[in-house]
Nanobody, 123 residues
Framework: QVQLAESEGGSVQAGGSLRLSCVASGQTSSLHCMAWFRQAPGLERELVVSVYRRSGITTDGGLGEGRFTISQDNAKNTVYLQMNHLKPEDTAMYYC????????????????WGRGTQVTVSA
């Protein structure tokens, strides 16, 4: 089993930046991929960005238009999401996720999830 714990999100003004972190604990050696998803009210959970744990290769979900960057510190079992030039439409719950195989695109293919953290961007 793996547990994921996201840092607290927050409220920022448009144009601001925010960095989220996610710490994995438990059987972390089984994890192939870490990712950040987000879900706004009434919408599906969508991939923000993901990273292969071994190679560091990342996949951008296309939501941030290059404004979102994922990084990892495998020694600390931690991944980060750096969000810059935030917009009101970035307001959502942000979730950390981990996959056991590959680095999937869809939420349904991830095995473990954090509880989510709210990010609110005001105009």
């Amino acid at each position: 089993q793996v547990q994921l714990a996201e840092s607290e999100g927050g409220s920022v003004q448009a144009g601001g930046s925010l960095r989220l972190s996610c710490v994995a604990s438990g059987q972390t050696s089984s994890l192939h991929c870490m990712a950040w998803f987000r879900q706004a009210p009434g919408l599906e959970r969508e991939l923000v960005v993901s990273v292969y744990r071994r190679s560091g290769i990342t996949t951008d979900g296309g939501l941030g238009e290059g404004r979102f960057t994922i990084s990892q510190d495998n020694a600390k079992n931690t991944v980060y999401l750096q969000m810059n030039h935030l917009k009101p439409e970035d307001t959502a719950m942000y979730y950390c996720a981990a996959a056991l195989e590959g680095c999937p695109w869809y939420a349904q293919d991830f095995a473990y999830w954090g509880r989510g953290t709210q990010v609110t961007v005001s105009a």
